[in-house]
């Protein structure tokens, strides 16, 4: 019986995976077409924009946006040379480096948040039209078998 708790738990789990990369292309996609931004790039100004004082470690943006340290430092200088974030060097570590989002970043985060929770919504609650590969029967009893597995710390 255990095996198949396992082995039902990893189907689930892969087609909800399958599932999220698809909705993530499509999210960027969406993006890069109306906004010129990534989705890895948008949600890191999200969260900038979210933070105290509009700044994050840029190892604690790493861990937000599923990224490691150096696919982070390489984030942070895109939007860095794209005007969106600046850097500076935490007062108490001179080896921290902050990311901090820019007005320039901030106004992005602003015009895209609206559309883009849309958009998410759009896609998450036309899932059959937008994804017809999915069974969005089975997709929901993944989702819910998923959160049955996940214990809160």
């Known amino acids: 019986m255990k095996a198949t708790v396992a082995t039902d738990a990893s189907a689930a789990w892969s ?30 100004l999200a969260h900038l924009e979210d933070a105290p ?16 340290q150096s696919s982070a430092t390489r984030l ?35 015009e895209v948040r609206g559309p883009y929770e849309d958009r998410v919504r759009e896609l998450l609650g036309g899932a059959a039209a937008h994804f017809p590969q999915v069974d969005a029967v089975q997709l929901g009893r993944d989702v819910t078998d998923v959160g049955a597995l996940i214990s809160p710390a």
């Open 76 to 110: 942070v200088s895109r939007l860095y040379a794209k005007g969106l974030t600046r850097r500076d060097v935490c007062p108490d570590d001179a080896r921290g480096v902050y990311a901090v989002i820019t007005e320039q970043g901030a106004t992005l985060v602003h």
């Open 15 to 44: 087609r909800v995976a399958a599932f999220a990369s698809a909705v993530d292309a499509s999210l960027g996609k969406w993006l890069l077409e109306t906004y010129r931004v990534g989705l890895t790039e948008y949600r890191a």
């Open 53 to 68: 004082d509009n700044e994050l470690r840029v190892n604690d943006l790493a861990q937000r946006v599923g990224l490691n």
